[in-house]
């Protein structure tokens, strides 16, 4: 069974930085076609933050541009999210998804960032 673990999240003051990781188990994590990082606020929908395809090119949207950066580690099995310079709006539960072309995306459970000033 393929599953998704995230860790990282935590309090943290405007400015500051913090590092999540998204570990996989059951398969390796530079098969997937696709990792990205979404994040979520109650009551809005899913944001996509960040990506990373399996020839390892990243897509960030614009508001994380600069402050956040998406790497792989494949001897880790794992997929991080380096957040700089955390703004209060980046306050948000953040999940780790895995696509696989034909197959179902995989979700990890998620991470609470809160980000205070």
């Known amino acids: 069974q393929v599953q998704l673990v995230e860790s990282g999240g935590g309090l943290v003051q405007a400015g500051g930085s913090l590092r999540l990781s998204c570990v996989a188990s059951g398969r390796r994590i530079d098969s997937f076609n696709y990792m990205k990082w979404y994040r979520q606020t109650p009551g809005q929908r899913r944001e996509l933050v960040a990506g990373?395809?399996?020839?390892?090119?990243?897509t960030y949207v614009d508001s994380v541009k600069g402050r956040f950066f998406i790497s792989r580690d494949n001897a880790k099995n794992t997929v991080y999210l380096q957040m700089t310079s955390l703004k209060r709006e980046d306050t948000a539960a953040y999940y780790c998804q895995g696509l696989i072309w034909g197959g179902p995306d995989i979700w990890g459970q998620g991470t609470q960032v809160t980000v205070s000033s």
């Open positions: 990373i395809n399996i020839g390892g090119s990243t």
